[in-house]
C-alpha cells in the first residue's frame, strides 16, 4: 500500500505531491491519501485530476482542512498575480533611442509635407 503525502505554501497551495515510496522523509508533508495501484505509488502524475499545474504553470490544488480542493480562476488571479516584465538598461536605452528616432522621422516627414505644399502653390500658416 502507497501513502500520497503533499507540501504545502503559507497559502496552502498544495506545491508537492509524491508518494511514499518516493521520498526519504515525510517530515514536511501531509498524508492525502493511501491505496494500490499507480494513482498511489506514482501520485506525481496520476493522483491529482489536473495535474499539480495549469497551462500558464500556475498550481492547481489547495489543501483545505486536509483535503485536496481545486482552486478556482479567482483564486489563481489572486495568488499569481501575472507580473509586467520589467525592462533592463538596455533595453530600456533601446526603447527610448527608437522613440527619439521615430519622432525625428515624424518630423522629417511634417517637414516634407510643408516643402509640398509650398511648392505646389499653398501657404504656410505657422
Do not use: W
Amino acid at each position: 500500500m502507497a501513502k500520497v503525502y503533499v507540501k504545502t505554501d503559507a497559502n496552502d497551495v498544495i506545491t508537492e505531491i509524491n508518494s511514499d515510496i518516493f521520498l526519504h522523509t515525510v517530515e514536511e508533508y501531509t498524508l492525502i491519501g493511501e491505496g494500490n495501484g499507480d494513482r498511489f505509488a506514482h501520485a506525481q502524475g496520476n493522483y491529482l485530476e489536473c495535474g499539480l499545474f495549469d497551462e500558464r504553470r500556475r498550481y492547481n490544488y489547495k489543501l483545505h482542512d486536509g483535503i485536496v480542493v481545486k482552486l478556482t480562476e479567482a483564486e489563481k488571479e489572486e495568488l499569481f498575480p501575472v507580473s509586467t516584465p520589467t525592462l533592463s538598461d538596455i533595453e530600456l536605452l533601446g526603447q527610448m533611442a527608437t522613440d527619439a528616432e521615430i519622432e525625428r522621422m515624424e518630423l522629417g516627414q511634417r517637414m516634407t509635407d510643408y516643402e509640398l505644399m509650398v511648392l505646389e502653390g499653398g501657404t504656410l500658416n505657422v
